[in-house]
């Protein structure tokens, strides 16, 4: 009895199914034709709208980046030199050069002296393709005003009618285009809109359609930051710049421009700080060798007059650790106030990417790297109020993380004050205890100790100031760019974008799956109705 109910329900499943799929056919062969005539009624549209797309081509270059350290120069394939100039690479220093790249700060400088996309200029070609040209252009426009920020991006096209005049008018791609005045060539025009001049370098019989970018922000946020890519290479410090644009050669310009302008920018910072570092040694220096004539002139006159050519062997021992430890002590001292200028600084400022160099100084690694990540949230908050309200929880967030690091970074500058100011103690400890030693050689000897060890300690420190300018110098007058070319700027045949025929697949394919959905949606409106009328 259960074999035959199980069979049972099985035909019966089977019946239905089979039902099912003979519905199914049904209803696509009935709106059959409505499913064709729409799919590629989709299609044809799209494959128009393609048609008419500009083409994008990319153009790239490909940068290595070279190591920085205090020993060794040079480029290496082994690691990306840090910002902060520690050895060994960074992949945060490189992220840091992207991001910097990418701002408006960056390119607003290039655009500064590269007007190329103030003024675009636009041909219908032979297969009637709206197309940007560049170069053998009959007319010039200049003294171009938008008025307002809502006509930034506008066009206009101009119209020849004789050789002193021109038609002015408003461009439509379905309309006719309306007509805003005739006007004389290198005279201003003020229209409701803008204001600009327009010169006549040839006669031309086809019109041209010109577009106005209004302002160099304008240009960055619609037209160069959605077409710029910036990546980073995973094997070695390389990072790969490319441009998307309608007219290649106007890609590449813009990219060796924005090399220049990052290249220079490297080398005169580098030199501004050798610079800075190279005047204080000066001032101390000037200091020293006064003093260093002085003592030892003192040193010389007191072995003459009490006929002392050389002091004991305990003597010179003494004077020798003496020395050690003055100069260890003058050394903390410095450090001690550039601690102390440090943390006033954190103290009063929200910027503290300044005191880098100082941290480098004071060899305090940990801070050095809460400051990289610090400075990798200020680019993060950066990019955050380009695109956001100052209350977005972005926003906010990225700035608690900031202020909780500076906090982290006072914090150690703190510590390492009280660690400096207890090694100080122990030092000074230390003199005294030499100082006691002192006291039981005879009366000449301590004198010539006091005098030796203050030629000594005058000495090493400007022997010491003397091989931190000569570093400073050499770094100031071999500034070179981080940055060298390694695949020069590159622009291939072919368009980048758009895909054309892939867009019309995806168009057919998707039209085709709507065609059919909107079919069974038409056959069970059908069937309501016809339940409706049954009832």
């Known amino acids: 009895m259960?074999?035959?109910?199980?069979?049972?329900?099985?035909?019966?499943?089977?019946?239905?199914?089979d039902i099912s799929i003979r519905e199914l056919f049904s209803t696509l062969g009935y709106y059959k034709w409505s499913i064709i005539f729409l799919?590629?009624?989709?299609?044809?549209?799209?494959?128009?709208?393609?048609?008419?797309?500009?083409?994008?081509?990319?153009?790239?270059?490909?940068?290595?980046?070279?190591?920085?350290?205090?020993?060794?120069?040079g480029f290496s394939l082994g690691g990306a030199g840090a910002l902060l100039g520690l050895g060994g690479g960074s992949d945060a220093s490189?992220?840091?050069?992207?991001?910097?790249?990418?701002?408006?700060?960056?390119?607003?400088?290039?655009?500064?002296?590269?007007?190329?996309?103030?003024?675009?200029?636009?041909?219908?070609?032979?297969?009637?393709?709206?197309r940007e040209v560049d170069e053998n252009l009959s007319i010039h426009i200049t003294n171009?005003?938008?008025?307002?920020?809502?006509?930034?991006?506008?066009?206009?096209?101009?119209?020849?009618?004789?050789?002193?005049?021109?038609?002015?008018?408003?461009?439509?791609?379905?309309?006719?285009?309306?007509?805003i005045g005739v006007f004389d060539y290198d005279k201003k025009v003020d229209t409701e809109k803008c204001s600009l001049i327009v010169h006549q370098k040839q006669s031309f019989t086809e019109?041209?359609?010109?577009?106005?970018?209004?302002?160099?922000?304008y240009i960055y946020e619609k037209i160069i930051k959605p077409n710029l890519t910036i990546g980073l290479s995973k094997d070695a410090p390389f990072i790969t710049i490319s441009l998307l644009?309608?007219?290649?050669?106007?890609?590449?310009?813009?990219?060796?421009?924005?090399?220049?302008?990052?290249?220079?920018?490297?080398?005169?910072?580098?030199?501004?700080?050798?610079?800075?570092d190279i005047n204080s040694y000066n001032r101390q220096l000037k200091n020293i060798e006064k003093r260093v004539d002085a003592t030892s002139n003192r040193l010389e006159a007191y072995k003459v007059d009490n006929s002392i050519v050389e002091p004991q062997a305990q003597a010179s021992i003494l004077i020798t650790e003496m020395s050690k430890v003055k100069v260890q002590l003058a050394q903390n001292e410095y450090k001690k106030e550039l601690l102390r200028n440090l943390i006033e600084f954190v103290q009063n400022n929200s910027d503290i990417d300044a005191i880098a160099p100082s941290l480098i100084e004071l060899n305090d690694e940990p801070t050095i790297s809460l400051i990289k990540v610090i400075q990798e949230k200020q680019l993060e908050l950066s990019n955050f109020l380009m695109k956001y309200q100052s209350n977005h929880p972005n926003i906010t967030n990225t700035q608690s993380k900031i202020d909780f690091l500076q906090a982290k970074v006072l914090s150690n500058l703190q510590n390492l004050q009280k660690t400096l100011d207890s090694k100080t103690n122990s030092l000074y400890q230390l003199q005294e205890t030499y100082k006691m030693q002192i006291e039981s050689i005879p009366k000449k000897e301590q004198k010539l100790i006091t005098f030796s060890r203050d030629y000594q300690l005058n000495a090493k420190m400007y022997t010491y100031l003397l091989q931190e300018r000569s570093t400073a110098e050499l770094?100031?007058?071999?500034?070179?760019?981080?940055?060298?070319?390694?695949e020069k700027i590159y622009t291939p045949d072919g368009a980048e974008k758009p895909k054309k025929a892939l867009m019309v697949i995806v168009a057919f394919i998707s039209a085709l799956i709507f065609s059919i959905f909107l079919s069974f949606f038409r056959n069970f409106l059908n069937k309501e109705r016809r339940h409706d009328k049954k009832n």
């Open 2 to 17: 259960n074999d035959i109910t199980r069979k049972k329900k099985y035909k019966d499943y089977i019946e239905k199914d």
């Open 39 to 73: 799919t590629f009624l989709i299609t044809f549209f799209v494959a128009v709208k393609v048609y008419f797309m500009p083409k994008y081509y990319k153009s790239s270059v490909t940068l290595e980046v070279k190591v920085e350290s205090k020993k060794a120069g």
């Open 94 to 130: 490189l992220e840091k050069d992207i991001e910097l790249l990418k701002t408006f700060r960056t390119n607003e400088k290039v655009l500064r002296k590269f007007d190329n996309y103030m003024v675009r200029y636009f041909v219908v070609d032979e297969s009637y393709k709206e």
């Open 144 to 179: 171009v005003v938008v008025k307002s920020f809502k006509h930034y991006g506008m066009k206009l096209v101009i119209e020849p009618l004789n050789s002193k005049q021109y038609r002015l008018l408003k461009p439509s791609k379905i309309l006719k285009k309306e007509l």
């Open 207 to 217: 019109p041209y359609t010109v577009q106005f970018s209004g302002t160099k922000r």
């Open 245 to 276: 644009d309608t007219l290649p050669k106007r890609a590449e310009a813009y990219l060796q421009r924005l090399i220049d302008v990052y290249t220079k920018q490297n080398i005169e910072d580098t030199k501004e700080d050798a610079s800075i």
């Open 475 to 486: 770094k100031r007058d071999k500034a070179i760019s981080r940055f060298r070319v390694i």
